[in-house]
């Protein structure tokens, strides 16, 4: 089974602190995700990463970073954590056809989820 | 820009009901559509998956439907237990972006 774990699934940190959340998967999958959810609001997209090194802007990058330098993790970062980033956040990975990670169905896989709290 | 919308966000029913969820999307131009289950506090597990050629998917009380050119997608529960309590959301994917939309999703209680 394809399995994607995130490093915390409850963090309280207080506000300009800076934040990582980290995600690794076990499936060698090319492409990694990073979502927040938000009630009434549903999952937006981060920032997504299609290999090592490489990353794309999602729906709301702005206030996050990320850092992909092995295939296997995907790092979100908050430089200065504010209140209004207080969210749920969900990594995801998903094979390429045709990739090296071709284990499992073309579907993207999702960690458990941090939820951060921001003071 | 892609919307997906989903009526109603919240529903609960007496166990051994069959029930319709629904999900619409603006821009018809998709590569597939699919519906997630969510618990809560917890990550998305996929359900059914469609392709753009695809009418349907079943897997076990499962039913997914897409009609693309109104832009419709629903998916079918039958017999249904307390065990499906959740909430499902559905996402569309546009052209060859390995990006998903999603929608808001539906709370689903199924009472005993």
């Known amino acids: 089974d394809v399995k994607v774990t995130q490093s915390s699934r409850y963090l309280v940190k207080r506000t300009g602190e800076k934040v990582f959340l980290e995600c690794v998967q076990d499936?060698?999958?090319?492409?990694m995700f990073w979502y927040r959810q938000d009630p009434g609001l549903g999952l937006r997209l981060i920032y997504f990463?299609?290999?090592?090194?490489?990353?794309e802007k999602g729906d709301i990058p702005e206030g996050y970073s990320v850092s992909r330098e092995k295939k296997e993790r995907f790092s979100l970062i908050l430089e200065s954590a504010s209140t209004n980033q207080t969210s749920m956040y969900l990594c995801?990975?998903?094979?390429?056809?045709?990739?090296?990670?071709?284990?499992?169905?073309?579907?993207?896989?999702f960690g458990p989820g941090t939820r951060l709290t921001v003071l | 820009k892609q919307e997906v919308t989903q009526i109603p966000a919240a529903l609960s029913v007496p166990e051994g009901e069959n029930l319709v969820l629904n999900c619409s999307f603006t821009?018809?131009?998709?590569?597939?559509l699919q519906w997630f289950r969510q618990d809560p506090g917890k990550g998305l597990t996929s359900l059914l998956l469609?392709?753009?050629?695809?009418r349907e998917q079943t897997s076990g009380r499962l039913n997914a439907s897409l009609d693309k050119s109104s832009g419709r997608s629903t998916l079918y529960i039958a017999a249904s237990q307390p065990g499906d309590s959740a909430t499902y959301l559905c996402?569309?994917?546009?052209?060859?972006?390995?990006?998903?939309?999603f929608g808001t999703g539906t709370r689903l209680q199924v009472t005993l």
């Open positions: 995801a990975s998903l094979p390429t056809p045709g990739g090296s990670g071709t284990s499992g169905s073309y579907t993207q896989y």
């Open positions: 499936m060698d999958h090319e492409n």
């Open positions: 990463s299609y290999d090592v090194k490489m990353k």
């Open positions: 821009d018809s131009a998709i590569y597939n």
């Open positions: 469609i392709q753009s050629s695809q």
């Open positions: 996402a569309v994917k546009g052209g060859t972006a390995s990006k998903l939309t």
